[in-house]
């Protein structure tokens, strides 16, 4: 798996992968957009700004990078980048499948995505995602799987995404909703030919959203890799937004609460890798600091307590607008 790339690194940050979801177009729902990015959304402004996020990232020890097709130019961004070092072969690769972007580089169009996870779906993206990726692609995910997917029951899908895996694609999903922990069990119990489609799954686990701790260490012990995503809460975690307890335990720290929150995810046992959804250098130096943050006992009781309900957390997020 292209992940053991990663399991055998020694930088404090190899376990800390940059997500593009934010920067790949000019809408999304992370809080406080104006001020990360600034009027200027245009196409190059953002391809500026990916390129310089990767750079830094880069230097700074991240060697995972997550994109989709849904987000707006990421792929194109990201093979811009890879293309212009060849020499960069340390890299991993993840993009996602089953969303189109349809909000045409706007913010406010009336509807940002088209979900679908039928077969021909899944060929025409993986066609385009190869145009731009080819063989840095290492892993492409079904994304945003549900426990009522039919890309969960789909044999026939099933076995295109076996003959992918065949030739040396990881396929994996990602999960999202109150029922994260359902999806996983379920994605667990597909296989092809007796053996398991899925080798790994990227959820929304933050302070806040706990809900899928349990499926994701299963999924851990069945051998897939766990992705993080969302480990911020679409910005309800950073300084300007975070709880007080968070706030707290930050400044005890002497660290962000960004740093804290994801730290708190790096202790996981289960979590292979942990997304930052940085929009700037400066946020993705703070998010890095992650990887030397040490929580004691009561920070972490502390903490606990901000878990809410998965209903209500999904339900907030679903309300964030698009900026």
């Given at each position: ?51 310089e996020l990767l750079d830094a990232a880069y230097v700074q020890g991240v060697r995972y990078f997550d994109v989709a097709r849904s987000y707006g130019r990421s792929e194109e961004f990201l093979a811009d980048w890879l ?241």
């Amino acid at each position: 798996m292209p992940f053991a790339r990663l399991a055998t690194a020694t930088t404090p940050t190899c376990h800390i992968g940059l997500g593009l979801a934010a920067i790949g177009r000019p809408g999304y729902i992370n809080l406080g957009r104006t001020e990360d990015l600034g009027e200027d959304r245009s196409v190059e402004a953002l391809r500026a700004r990916t390129h310089e996020l990767l750079d830094a990232a880069y230097v700074q020890g991240v060697r995972y990078f997550d994109v989709a097709r849904s987000y707006g130019r990421s792929e194109e961004f990201l093979a811009d980048w890879l293309n212009a070092r060849p020499s960069f072969d340390d890299i991993v690769v993840g993009s996602k499948w089953g969303y189109t972007y349809t909000a045409s580089w706007t913010t406010d169009a009336e509807q940002h995505e088209v979900k679908d996870h039928s077969l021909p779906t899944y060929e025409r993206q993986r066609a385009e995602t190869a145009e731009l990726l080819g063989d840095r692609l290492d892993l492409y995910q079904i994304h945003s799987v549900t426990p009522d997917s039919p890309a969960l029951t789909d044999k026939e899908l099933h076995a295109k995404l076996a003959e992918a895996a065949a030739q040396g694609t990881t396929i994996g999903f990602s999960t999202s909703g109150p029922a994260q922990a359902d999806a996983i069990r379920a994605a667990l119990a597909v296989t092809v030919d007796g053996e398991p489609l899925f080798r790994t799954v990227q959820s929304t686990y933050n302070v806040l959203e706990t809900s899928a701790a349990h499926a994701l260490a299963e999924a851990h012990d069945a051998g897939l890799t766990v992705i993080v995503k969302e480990g911020m809460a679409n910005g309800r975690l950073a300084d300007a937004y975070a709880p007080d307890v968070l706030k707290a335990v930050a400044a005890e720290t002497s660290l962000g609460c960004d740093a804290v929150a994801l730290a708190l995810i790096l202790r996981r046992p289960w979590a292979g890798v942990v997304l930052s959804g940085a929009a700037t250098v400066n946020q993705l130096s703070s998010n890095l600091h992650a990887a030397v943050v040490d929580l004691d006992d009561d920070q972490l009781e502390r903490l606990a307590t901000l878990a809410e309900e998965p209903g209500a957390y999904w339900e907030q997020r679903s309300r964030l607008p698009w900026n």
